[in-house]
Structures are given as C-alpha cells and as structure tokens.
C-alpha cells in the first residue's frame, strides 16, 4: 500500500516537473520570437529616423519627410486633409493593382505548372519545347513592352501581359526543375503499387514536385509586383503604378513614397500570406518551411 | 494463392543483363537461372557489384532482361506489377503522405470499397506496430520504423513475393534484430515469398530457407544452400556457425579469385 502511494506522488513530481520544463521551453520560445520582432521592426524605425534626420540637416525640399509622408498616406487612405483627386482612394488603386497581378500571376500558374509537369516528365515536349524556352526566357520582360503595347493596346492588358511573362518562367522552369529531381525510385515504388498513367501525374508528379513549385510562385509573385508598376507605367489611370507616375509628373514626391510604400506594403503581405499556404501544403516536407 | 497453383512461384531462365556505360557495355549478369518454390525465404548474398540489386530489379520489372526471362507462375513478366513488392534500402515511401496514406497506396489504386481499403491498411499498420504513428509523415519516424512502413505497403498490396534490397543495411544493430525477428513473424503469417539480398552472412543464416552465394564478373550464382535449422535460430549453436563458415568461405573464395 505504502509502495503503491510512493510510486504515484513520484509520478505525479515527474509529471510536473515535465510540465514546468514544457513551460520554460515555450517562454524561450515567446522571447526568442519577441527578440526577432523586435530586431526585424528596429531597424527600419532607424531609417526612418535617419531619413527625417538627414532631411532635417540638409534642409532639402526634394525629398519630404517621414512625417509628411504620414500626412500623405493618411490623406491616401482616408481623405481630409488635400482633399484632391488622390485623397481616400487607396482601395481602388490597391484593388486595381491586385487584380491585374493576381490576373497575369494566375494565368502564368495555370500554364506554367501543368506544362512545366508536361515538360517534365515527357522526353518528347522536352525536346520540342526546351531550345525555345531556353531561347525565349533570356528576354527581359521590359523589352516586350513595346511589342505588348501593339498587342494590347495601352491599357490594363498590357499590363497583365507583362506580369503573365514574368511569372510564367520561374512556374515554368521550377516545375519543370522540381519533376526532374524527383527521386526516380519513387515512380518505382508507385508502378509496382499498381499507379500509372494520369494516376501517376495527380499522385505522385505533382506533389512531389510541390515543394518547387511553391519556390517557383513565391519567386514569380515577387515578380508580379515588380512588373505591375512597370505595366501601369504605360498610361492606365488607376492602380498604384499610375498613382507611382503621377506623383513624378506633378512633381509630387510624397505621393511617390506613399505608393512605393504601399506597393511593398501589399506585396510584403500577400508574400506572407503564399508563404503561409505553402508552409500549410508542405509541412510533410521540414526543408520547405520557414 | 489457391492450391492449385503449382508449387514454384518464380522462375528465371537464362537471364543476362548488359548494361550500356559509355562507348562499351558492362555485363552484370551472366546466364542465372532459379527457381523459387512458393513461401520460400531465399537470401542472397554477394560481393558488392556483383549483380544482386540487377537481379532483384529484373524480377521487380524495373529492368528488362537482356536475354531470358522471369515468370511468376508460369506468366512472363514485362514490367512492374502488384504480385511483386520492392522494399528499398533507403525506403523510397512517399514522403508527403502518412504512414496510413503510404500503406493505403495500393489497394487505392485498386478502387477497392471504401472500408476495405481501410480494413486492409488498419491490419498492416497493426501487424507491423505503428498504430501510434499512423499519422506520422516519413520525416518523423526513424529508420526502423520507415523500413517497416515499407514493408507493410508491399504486404497490404497483396504481393505474394517480397523482394528486398538490403533492407536492414541502414539501420543499428538493436533494430535491426527486431526488424528481422519482425519479418520472420510476418513472413510466417503471411506465407509470402520472400528474396532477402544482404551484405551479412550471419544475417542471411538466420532468416533464409536457402542462401544463394553469387559470384561477380559477370554476377552469377555460384553455390546454393539449404538452411535446415529450426527456427527461432540460435545464433550461437554449433550448427549455425558451421554453416556460416562454409558460406563465408564460398564467399571468400570469389573475392581472393577476383582481387588475383
Ligand atoms: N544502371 C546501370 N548502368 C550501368 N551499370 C550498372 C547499372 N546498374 C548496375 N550496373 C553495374 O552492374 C553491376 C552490378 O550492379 P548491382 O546489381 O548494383 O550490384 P550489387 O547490388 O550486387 O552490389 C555493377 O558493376 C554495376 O556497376
Ligand atoms: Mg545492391
């Protein structure tokens, strides 16, 4: 009986004292995450600081401050303070914007991923199709401007296009880079399992090849951003490449940093938010998650 | 497998493979031939490069013969197939499904009913001992439990012959002698006919009905033993030792004949 009692306050220590080292583990962990917020946050606050600073001393009238930027992007987001054309309309330039990113970004990954598993994996199209890539791919996508221009006219479609180049190499090319390295045993395994044919791409090609093809899109979606400033450069009226170009031609360098702050604003986010599918899709894969 | 069948499950008649490296041409195999009795446990064992994992491929149908031929039952075999399962050393599971999702594999591709597939995969998972890891992916579990995650998704296949490539190669010593008195629990359960390569010749006197010796340039099978020992094997009887020196020499022989 005696033993019996020992035995269970012994657990009962241990259990707690595994639960206080659990305890500990996760307060070195909320720390550790506080440290990088804080590193990762402090060092742009310093540039800010410097920016203000250096404008401060130099007494510049180029380049605004931090705090007429603020002014800015307030008045961008909700009006009242220039009440002009800019004022409050930060949503439909925003929107504008995604559309045509998201627009061109999913054509790319609706061609690019499919083909690039094609391409992949059947020694014919690769061979038909791998000089002209190779060819095709070395162009930067500014230079279709003009061509893109003719095609589409001046306007939105452009734009798309030029995001649709963009993105579609690095789908394409990662797809078809991730089929390549899969571990020929795997298609051993799944064939002596009974899997062929069009079973073989929807089991095994593709989510094998998933933990690329999400470098792939992270690294075109990067893109999309970019070139979208480049494709409303060309005389669409909103979205924030425009806002971006009419802040230069009236002169207007507040606006200017307001839409490059917002353009890295949307980017930075809907990165994170890629990141976080991707992390979700691959967790079977430690290498893939951030 | 019914009764009817005839009692060899596997034959291979003249077998030889070459394989192109460069301008010139290796010869793995020269003419091998064997038969294979059905639920026999036949371990081979060789020299490295003598044509082992060639052989087992062939049988898998992941090579073509260059001459001769491989028949399970009388019916030649030209590719890969469920009635052959391979267990790799290096495990080759799926790494983005789950233990249950990689053992599932098979009979999903078979469009079995539902609860079948599920019946079938709970009583591989049980039978090798991963009930608590059923959800794990590959990149959690450690070798030995990998290995045997393979080895449930050929059995749950329904392959009525195993074919293993130096599966226990990879893992420490402690594992691997579970592993093995696992498989031998299997392999008599399940009565599948099993062809076990290694490198151990200690191992292949404890698991085989009959260890095939092969000799290299071109790989051949030099010599054929019959291991008559009751099971559980004591590993360090007197009779069990004997017959790990006469195949150890048979195996040395080749390799003192080849370094010549
Ligand atoms: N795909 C291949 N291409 C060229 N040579 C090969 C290939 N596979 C095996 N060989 C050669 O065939 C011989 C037998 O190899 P293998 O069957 O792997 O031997 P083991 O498994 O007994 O170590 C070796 O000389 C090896 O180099
Ligand atoms: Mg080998």
């Known amino acids: 009986m005696n033993d019996h009692a020992t035995t269970i306050s012994e657990r009962e220590e241990r259990s707690i004292a595994a639960a206080r080292s659990v305890n500990r583990r996760r307060n070195r962990q909320r720390l550790e995450k506080l440290r990088a917020f804080a590193l990762g946050a402090g060092f742009p606050i310093l540039l800010i600081l410097i920016w203000d600073r250096a404008v401060a001393i130099t007494g510049t009238r180029l380049i605004p401050s931090p705090y007429q930027v603020a002014v800015m992007m307030y008045d961008f987001s909700f009006g009242g303070v220039y009440d002009d054309a800019f004022s409050g309309t930060i949503l439909i330039h925003v929107w504008k914007s995604v559309q045509r990113v998201y627009g061109g970004f999913f054509l790319a990954a609706l061609i690019g991923i499919p ?34 221009m003719i095609f589409f006219g001046l306007g939105p479609n452009a734009a798309i296009f030029l995001v649709f180049l963009g993105a579609f190499y690095p789908i394409l090319l990662n797809t078809m880079f991730g089929v390549r390295s899969i571990d020929p045993r795997l298609f051993e395994a799944a064939s002596m399992l009974g899997c062929s044919g069009t079973g073989m791409f929807r089991q095994i090609v593709l989510p094998a090849s998933l933990p690329a093809i999400f470098s792939g899109l992270r690294i075109a979606h990067g893109f999309a951003w970019i070139l979208i400033v480049v494709g409303e450069m060309t005389g669409v009226p909103t979205g924030l490449g425009s806002v971006v170009m009419d802040g230069r031609t009236l002169s207007r360098t507040d606006l200017v940093i307001t839409g490059m702050i917002v353009i890295g604003a949307c980017g930075f986010i809907t990165d994170r938010i890629i990141v976080a599918i991707s992390n979700r899709l691959l967790s079977w894969s430690p290498q893939h998650r951030e | 497998m019914s009764n009817a069948d005839p009692p060899d499950i596997l034959t291979i008649r003249g077998v ?5 490296v460069g301008d010139g041409e290796v010869e793995a195999l020269a003419p091998v031939d064997l038969t294979i009795p059905r639920s026999e446990f036949v371990c081979m064992i060789g020299a490295s490069g003598c044509g082992k994992s060639t052989l087992l491929r062939i049988i898998a149908g992941f090579e073509e013969p260059t001459t001769g031929e491989v028949s399970i039952y009388g019916k030649v075999v030209n590719g890969p197939g469920s009635d052959r399962g391979m267990v790799f050393q290096d495990y080759a599971l799926f790494p983005w499904m789950t233990v249950r999702q990689n053992i599932s594999f098979g009979p999903r591709q078979r469009q079995l009913p539902r609860e079948e597939i599920e019946r079938t995969t709970d009583e591989f ?48 010593a402690l594992t691997r002698e579970q592993l093995q008195h696992e498989l031998l629990q299997i392999w008599k359960r399940t009565g599948v006919t099993t062809i076990f390569v290694t490198h151990s010749v200690e191992e292949a006197v404890l698991l085989a009905d009959r260890v095939l010796v092969m000799s290299a340039g071109p790989g051949r099978i030099d010599s054929d033993f019959r291991i008559e020992l009751a099971r559980p094997r004591d590993v360090s009887s007197p009779e069990f030792n004997a017959l790990r020196r006469d195949i150890a020499r048979r195996l040395t022989s080749h390799l003192t004949l080849a370094r010549a």
């Open chain 1, 115 to 148: 083909l690039g598993l094609l391409i992949g994996r059947i020694k014919l199209l690769r061979q038909l199709l791998d000089p002209t890539i190779s060819l095709l791919r070395p162009i930067p996508v500014t230079a279709w401007l003009p061509l893109s």
């Open chain 2, 16 to 20: 030889t493979k070459r394989f192109a």
């Open chain 2, 125 to 172: 998972i049980r039978m090798v001992g991963l009930e608590r890891f059923a959800d794990r992916y590959p990149n959690q579990l450690s070798g030995g439990m990998k290995q045997r995650v393979a080895i449930a998704r050929v059995l749950a296949n329904n392959a009525n012959i195993l074919l293993m490539d130096e599966p226990f190669g990879a893992l420490d």
